[in-house]
C-alpha cells in the first residue's frame, strides 16, 4: 500500500498575519510575470487583495518585498527585493524539510504493519 502524508505549511508572522500557499503563490506569479495585476488574476485574488497582502507583509517584516516601477520603455513592472526571495526561500525550505520528515515517518510506520 502506497501512502504519502499531506500537509498544510504557513508561517506565523503574529498580530494575525500568516504566510501560506497562496500568499507564496502570489509572490511566485509577481516574479514570473513582472506584474501584481497579472499575478493576482493568476492565482485567483484580486488586485486591491494582493496589494493589501504585500503592504501587510511588509508593515510586519519592517522590509520591503516587492520593488516597483512605473513608466519606461517595458511600462510597470514589479519584482521581489532579496527580502521577498528570502522569505519565499524560507517558507519552501521549511515546507520542504516538513513533508520529508512526514513521508519518511509514515514510510516507517507503513513497515510496522
Known sequence: MDRSV????????????AF??????LLLAINELGS???AAQKVNMSY???????RELERHLG???LLTTVGGVNGEGSRLTEAGVSL???YEDTKEKINRTLTQNVTSFSRSF
Open 36 to 38: 501584481i495585476n497579472r
Open 63 to 65: 522590509a520591503k518585498i
Open 88 to 90: 519565499l526561500r524560507e
Open 48 to 54: 486591491k487583495r494582493a496589494w493589501k497582502y504585500i
Open 20 to 25: 501560506c500557499h497562496g500568499k507564496a503563490e
Open 6 to 17: 499531506k500537509t498544510k505549511v504557513w508561517l506565523d508572522l503574529g498580530q494575525g498575519v
